[in-house]
């Protein structure tokens, strides 16, 4: 069974609370999910072409997602942002002092909501089109 509209509803479920993380002042945890939802929305779209992938690494799923569904640049972009998101945002020691909680902004949570953003409309458009 493919489970695509799975994997796009917690995207989505994601990125709302992101969204909700972003109006609470919370910019780290929404740059954190912002990614999280963005490895989601390329797992929707590598299940529904029956490619079953596993790990976090949004350039390394972006490339296997790219083979059945082309990404533009933009695309390609928000990955790369995001994609440095997952340790620092909530690992101390990603840091040489402070908590991730003092080392991002709202201008980071902002650039992550859009980068998420991206990605989700990639992933909606691919699993809209034909399986193979």
Partial sequence: MRRA??????AESEYAAAR???????????????????????KAVLEHFGDV?????????LEAAAEYAL???????A???LNRLYIPTRYPDAFSEGAPADQ?????????IQDAETVLRYAREAVESPAL
């Fill in 20 to 42: 909700s993380l972003y109006e609470d002042g919370h910019w780290a945890w929404c740059c954190f999910t912002c990614q999280q939802a963005a490895a989601k929305s390329l």
């Fill in 104 to 112: 991002y902004t709202r201008l980071d949570a902002e650039e992550a």
């Fill in 79 to 81: 990955c790369a942002r």
């Fill in 5 to 10: 509209p799975d994997w796009l509803k917690q």
């Fill in 71 to 77: 990404p533009p640049d933009e695309v390609r972009h």
């Fill in 53 to 61: 992938q596993t790990g976090r690494n949004l350039n390394l799923l």
